[in-house]
C-alpha cells in the first residue's frame, strides 16, 4: 500500500461526502460496489478492504453483503477514525476491524482472507504488479479479488490534457493502463480475469455531479471547503470531463480468482 502523506484532511472527506454519500470518498455508491461484488456471495467470507477511506463500504461488505469479518485498510488515521466510528454507527463494530497501516505489503498472513476488494486506490499505488501478487498471496485458494479502479488508456506519457488533469488532482495518482492491470493479474497467477470499462458510465456522472457543484448547492459545497474555495475543484472536474470524453480516463472494474 502506499502514499505517506494525508490526502484526505476532514474538510475534503466532507466535501466528497456531500458530493457522493455519507462514507463515500469515490463515486458511484452503494449501487457501484454492488457492481463491482456482482455474482458474489460474501456470506460467511473474511474481507479485506484496501483503502478503506471513510468506511462506508467497509461497514456496508459486512451490514448489507454479508460478510462475516470485514478488515478495512488504510494509511490514513484521520479516515480510518471515521470508519471505525461508522461501523460502530451501523452496529457491525464487532465484524469490522479498520487498521490503520504502513505504507508496503497488505499487514495478512497467507492465505487468510476469502475476497479482496479495493474503490480506487489502486491508483495511488505505482507497483500494480506488486500489489497483485500481494493480493493473491493473501487469498486462500478459490478467493477472489474485486476491484475497481482509475485507468488510463494506454502506456507511455499522458496526453497534456491528461497530464493537466492528473496535476490539478493533486492526489498522488499512479495511473496505468488495461493490459498493465490485466498483465499484473496474470503474472500474479490470477484465473478468470475479467477488466470492465467503466468509461461510458462515469462520464455522465462526472457531467451530473459538475451540474451539482455548479448549481443551486453550490454554497453548501463552498461552505466546507476551505477558505470556500470551490473553484479549484470545478476546474478539477471540467479537465476530469475532457479526458473522459477521450476515453484516455478510463475508469475499470477488476476481477481475478486464486485458483
Known amino acids: 500500500m502506499s502514499h505517506e502523506a494525508e490526502l484526505y484532511d476532514g474538510d475534503h472527506v466532507a466535501f466528497l461526502e456531500r458530493l457522493w454519500g455519507e462514507g463515500y470518498l469515490s463515486p458511484g455508491g452503494a449501487e457501484e460496489i454492488a457492481r463491482v461484488l456482482d455474482g458474489l456471495d460474501l456470506s460467511g467470507m473474511t474481507v479485506v478492504d484496501i483503502g478503506c477511506g471513510a468506511g462506508g463500504i467497509t461497514a ?27 461501523a460502530a ?15 508496503g505489503p497488505i499487514p495478512l498472513p497467507d492465505a487468510s ?19 497483485a501478487a500481494d493480493v493473491f498471496r493473501v487469498l486462500r485458494p478459490g478467493g477472489w479479488f474485486a476491484a475497481s479502479d482509475w485507468l488510463i488508456g494506454h502506456d507511455g506519457e499522458p496526453s497534456p490534457e491528461m497530464a493537466a488533469y492528473i496535476a490539478a488532482e493533486d492526489l498522488d495518482f499512479r495511473m496505468a493502463s488495461p493490459a498493465r492491470y490485466r498483465d ?18 462515469y462520464r455522465e456522472q462526472a457531467k451530473a455531479e459538475l451540474a451539482r457543484l455548479e ?12 477558505g470556500g474555495d470551490l473553484e479549484g475543484q470545478l476546474a478539477t472536474w471540467r479537465a476530469m470531463i475532457h479526458v473522459l470524453g477521450t476515453g484516455e ?10 485458483p
Open 215 to 226: 448549481g443551486p448547492e453550490r454554497p453548501e459545497f463552498e461552505a466546507l471547503l476551505p
Open 184 to 201: 499484473a493479474l496474470e503474472s500474479a497467477g490470477f484465473a478468470d480475469i475479467r477488466l470492465v470499462n467503466r468509461n461510458p458510465w
Open 113 to 131: 482472507a476469502d475476497l479482496v476488494f479495493s474503490k480506487d486506490l489502486i491508483v495511488h499505488i505505482e507497483d500494480k504488479h506488486a500489489l
Open 249 to 258: 480516463h478510463c475508469p475499470h472494474h477488476l476481477r481475478g480468482r486464486r
Open 89 to 103: 454507527t451501523a452496529g457491525v463494530a464487532e465484524r469490522v476491524e479498520i487498521r490503520r497501516v504502513e505504507p
Open 60 to 86: 456496508a461488505l459486512a451490514r448489507d453483503f454479508g460478510a462475516a469479518r470485514v478488515i478495512g485498510l488504510d494509511v490514513e488515521e484521520t479516515v480510518c477514525a471515521t470508519a471505525r466510528a461508522r
